[in-house]
């Protein structure tokens, strides 16, 4: 006889709650059981945080790879809020899958900031390769990345973005290794859109998230505000 399922039970946005799903899909994943949410990283305070977000009670637990490297992981079992984040967009196995996702246009910035830090970058370096008259100019590069194995995630977040902020980012296929591999999409802002996005994403002190992420955002705002005489803002 199958399992009786509990009424649905619809839960309360929050910046919390968003991030936490935005981690979820990219880091995460659903069990096929319905009943297990998983969230993995290498990175403890991450999942720190996302026990933060979700009032969470769970041990973390630790795995070591052959290669010796750490990784680790949150599991809990809640039925109501597996199928919430069903009814909202996720499912098991979703990596190649998932499209768009239910969360309001309030908290969508949470969101994409849970995403960032789940699977994309801010990237920074400087060029010196820039040589006008026999005199080198170093130059703070930029950017944003999100990554994923889904076009139709990618490009939803690039519309809810260009909707929402104005921001357009460019969309770019990354052929697979091999052929056991599939297409890896990529959402990337160059340095003008990032410097907008950071001062989006990080719109109060006390916002839930990676902090090393944060800090490169930090140091290269400073670094490009020194170079163009022009302060950007981070709330720090």
Not at 13 to 39: C, E, F, K
Not at 74 to 81: K, P
Not at 86 to 93: D, E, F, H, K, Y
Not at 136 to 149: E, G, H, M, P, W
Request: net charge positive; aromatic share 10%.
């Amino acid at each position: 006889m199958p399992r009786r399922r509990l009424p649905p039970k619809d839960f309360e946005w929050t910046p919390q709650l968003a991030y936490a799903v935005g981690l979820l899909v990219t880091d995460g994943n659903l069990s096929n059981d319905n009943r297990h949410v998983i969230m993995r990283s290498v990175e403890l305070c991450m999942l720190e945080t996302f026990k933060n977000c979700l009032a969470l009670k769970n041990i973390i637990g630790i795995a070591r790879k052959k290669n010796g490297d750490i990784s680790y992981r949150v599991q809990f079992s809640n039925v109501r809020f597996y199928d919430w984040l069903v009814r909202i967009g996720l499912m098991p196995a979703k990596s190649c899958i998932i499209g768009a996702v239910a969360v309001p246009d309030e908290f969508f910035r949470d969101y994409f900031r849970g995403c960032i830090d789940g699977d994309g970058s801010i990237q920074t370096y400087q060029d010196r390769y820039n040589i006008y008259r026999g005199r080198q100019y170093v130059t703070q590069r930029l950017f944003i990345k999100l990554v994923s194995a889904s076009e139709k995630h990618i490009r939803w977040a690039q519309d809810k973005l260009k909707v929402l902020t104005g921001i357009h980012g460019a969309v770019i296929r990354k052929p697979p290794q091999t052929e056991r591999h599939v297409p890896i999409w990529e959402l990337k802002f160059a340095k003008k859109e990032s410097l907008q996005l950071i001062a989006w994403m990080y719109y109060q002190s006390d916002v839930p998230c990676l902090e090393r992420k944060r800090t490169i955002a930090r140091n290269a705002i400073e670094i490009i505000s020194r170079q163009k005489r022009r302060p950007y803002s981070l709330i720090t």
